[in-house]
């Protein structure tokens, strides 16, 4: 069975930072590509940020309201990735979930989610 | 960036009866269109991908079409466990991938 599971997120002041961890078991971790997103309080789901598998070069991209502050990095050892996130703000205040990305490689290179965790609470308040 | 916009808002269907949600996007996204379940206080499921393509164990029930930028999720026949949010995605131009705003789907 496929699982992910976040751990790491609790209460932050602003500025200060947090690692989340993204623990996974059922599948081969390095064959897959990993991504975060995010959801505030009764809102909709936001990308974060998206970490390739080696194979494919491993690299990372950020959503633009992050870029600089966060960095996602990966255990492929340990099946786990993690999101680094410093200098917060109250607007990260979110219920963080990591995914599983499947590649496709159809009519370009795309990739979707089919596995999220259960996701971890970020509050960041004074 | 692509935006995916969903309609309507709120969706009210008596059990047994059929549902229909839309999913609009600003530009092609060929088939690469995702819908997702989201139950309150769980994370979401994926329901469909490639536009149609049921994911592993959803039930037959549920059901994708479209391509380009119009794109439709119908539930056939609704069962109380289907009453949840639902969210169309995009993963055509990526990064970033985009969501649609969300339908709630409630008993009517």
């Known amino acids: 069975e496929v699982q992910l599971v976040e751990s790491g997120g609790g209460l932050v002041k602003p500025g200060r930072s947090l690692r989340l961890s993204c623990t996974t078991s059922?599948?081969?971790?390095?064959?897959?590509?990993v991504s975060w997103f995010r959801q505030a309080p009764g809102k909709g789901l936001e990308w974060v940020g998206f970490?390739?598998?080696?194979?494919?070069?491993?690299?990372?991209d950020y959503a633009a309201s992050v870029k600089g502050r966060f960095t996602i990095s990966r255990d492929d050892s340990k099946s786990i990735a993690y999101l680094q996130m410093d200098s917060l703000k109250i607007d990260d205040t979110a219920v963080y979930y990591c995914?599983?990305?499947?590649?496709?490689?159809?009519?370009?290179?795309?990739?979707?989610?089919?596995?999220w965790g259960q996701g971890t609470l970020v509050t960041v308040s004074s | 960036e692509i935006v995916m916009t969903q309609s309507p808002a709120t969706l009210s269907v008596s059990p047994g009866e059929r549902a229909t949600l839309s999913c609009r996007a600003s530009?092609?996204?060929?088939?690469?269109l995702a819908w997702y379940q989201q139950k309150p206080g769980q994370a979401p499921r994926l329901l469909i991908y490639?536009?149609?393509t049921r994911a592993t164990g959803i039930p037959a029930r549920f059901s994708g079409s479209g391509s380009g930028t119009e794109f439709t999720l119908t539930i056939s026949s609704l069962q109380s466990e289907d009453f949840a949010v639902y969210y169309c995605?995009?993963?055509?131009?990526?990064?970033?991938?985009?969501f649609g705003q969300g339908t709630k789907l409630e008993i009517k």
């Open positions: 059922g599948f081969t971790f390095g064959d897959y590509a």
């Open positions: 490639g536009a149609s």
């Open positions: 995914t599983r990305g499947t590649r496709t490689a159809v009519a370009g290179v795309k990739y979707y989610f089919d596995y």
């Open positions: 995605q995009q993963y055509h131009n990526w990064p970033p991938w985009t």
């Open positions: 530009q092609s996204v060929s088939s690469n």
């Open positions: 970490i390739r598998s080696k194979a494919y070069t491993g690299t990372t």
